[in-house]
């Protein structure tokens, strides 16, 4: 464990320490700022507007540095052979896919709790400047949104660390990952239409039945967005956030296994 909390430390502070955390951070506040503006301009919807866009922007800023960062602090490690090194110090190689994913992980809550905390400040400012007539904010579903698009950006995490645990190059593992995160947004949506939704279509048998693996294989990242509903207020159900968490810890901890597993036996040049 001691191990794990020292590289863990060591790979926090290298992401806190990185050009693109900062120069990310800085896109951030600028579109922040200007949630106030855009929001007036859709006069019915104000409140769903700046909730949508401040949720937005945390998730796309959070994505970015999950998958450059994520891929760079992994990939520097190989390239520069610094890996070695810690290797050498009797630590294992579990131990080291651990405690670079833990510290990766808390550089990601970090992240989106300064992202979230500039989020709430400029939809409570745009909530406090607007009548109750264009909309009303719903804070419960503010922070449970937020709260999942955390364990979203961890569970890309434990991909990035899958892929990169036999990949030699940073750039196919980075490639990887945003294809399963491009299906994995849309293979809930893909999968209802076709059992559902396409009664007058053709669909062909063997189509469906590659859609339904991806539906199991791949993650339903659609479970972790609970956007649309901090937007409009809808009603969540306790035993939806509950799966919805679940889920997310259970393929976050398989795909790390397997990243520890296939990393334990991997060769280095």
Known sequence: MRNIGAIAKITFWEGLRSRLFFALFVIALLAFSGTYTLSYLFPR???????????????????????FLGTQLLA?????????????????????????????????ICSVVLLGGFAALATWTVDRLTSDAYGVMHWPLFVLSLSTIMLMLILLVSIIFFFSSFVSSTFLALGLTSVVYLIGQSVEELKEFLTQGAEGLAVSPVFLKVVTVAYYIFPNLAALDFKTQAAHGLVVSPSTIIYAVLYAMLYTAIMISAAAWIFQRREFP
């Open 45 to 67: 919807d104000v409140i769903k507007v700046a909730v949508d866009l401040s949720l937005g922007t945390t998730s796309l800023i959070g994505l970015i540095l999950t998958l």
């Open 76 to 108: 520097k490690d190989l390239e520069k052979r610094t890996i070695h090194m810690v290797l050498a110090k009797a630590v294992s190689r579990s131990e080291y896919v651990l405690g670079k994913f833990t510290g990766l992980s808390l550089m990601i």
